[in-house]
């Protein structure tokens, strides 16, 4: 191969690594999103909003759930140890002194994910508004 083959075969490695490398960037949750987590155990669903902003010290971001009358609303729930991976957000909440883990994979302008808790494990989705 002479030497301009093998620039342009260089070249072309270069590339596909770009490629590889780009998609691998993080995804940016920040924005309002319309949620509903499915509790199909007890045979409905909450919907709700999630908020995640972007501060001085980090994404922060909080979680409120539209509950039906009979249930006293506890008000927003501060999301922590908010982390993202490529197109996964992970993060954690405290609910009447448990923690849930939540995992979100961000597509588009939403995410699917699920939440685990002492309760199980429930699914989540999400629509950017």
């Known amino acids: 191969m002479n030497r301009l083959g093998k620039l342009l075969a260089l070249s072309a490695i270069g590339f596909i690594s770009l490629g590889t490398t780009l998609e691998a960037q993080n995804v940016d949750p920040v924005g309002v999103y319309g949620i509903t987590i499915n509790i199909p155990e007890m045979g409905f669903q909450l919907p709700g909003t999630m908020t995640i902003e972007d501060s001085d010290n980090g994404l922060t971001g ?5 509950l039906p009358p009979e249930m006293p609303s506890q008000g927003p729930a501060d999301l922590f140890d908010i982390t993202v991976e490529g197109n996964v957000m ?4 405290g609910v009447e002194g448990a923690t849930v883990d939540i995992t979100l994979n961000f597509e588009d302008d939403g995410f699917e994910g699920s ?6 494990a429930f699914d989540i989705t999400g629509t950017k508004r």
């Open 62 to 66: 909080s979680m409120e759930l539209e």
């Open 90 to 93: 992970k993060c954690r909440i």
């Open 115 to 120: 939440l685990m808790s002492d309760m199980g």
